[in-house]
């Protein structure tokens, strides 16, 4: 059983920054691939950043220069540095983990909230 949670999320003002942070743990589990998804109200969810476990990441355009996502390999974590943030970038954040044996999972979300 893996089991992946979020955190560092909350409310900060336009401009401002978040860090957030996702684990993943379980018995013998290791990392793969991992990526930060999220989902504003009434929207589809979309990629925001993803990582590969040797750490070649890409972005989605609306948060290059903006979004930086890194991760801890011995210690199953990703982050994602947020700054600049803008009243756009409000949703809940999810974060993917995928297994070596390319088994993804989901943790239950995060709330951003970007204040204008």
């Known amino acids: 059983q893996v089991h992946v949670a979020e955190s560092g999320g909350g409310l900060v003002q336009n401009g401002g920054s978040l860090r957030l942070s996702c684990t993943a743990s379980?018995?013998?589990?290791?990392?793969?691939?991992s990526h930060w998804y999220r989902q504003a109200p009434g929207k589809e969810r979309e990629l925001v950043a993803r990582i590969t476990s040797s750490g070649t990441s890409d972005y989605a355009d609306f948060v290059k220069g903006r979004f930086t996502i890194s991760r801890d390999n011995a210690n199953n974590q990703v982050y994602l540095q947020m700054s600049s943030l803008k009243p756009e970038d409000t949703a809940v954040y999810f974060c993917?983990?995928?297994?070596?044996?390319?088994?993804?999972?989901w943790g239950q979300g995060i709330q951003v909230t970007v204040s204008s």
């Open positions: 379980g018995s013998s589990f290791s990392m793969s691939g």
């Open positions: 993917l983990v995928i297994s070596q044996r390319a088994v993804g999972y």
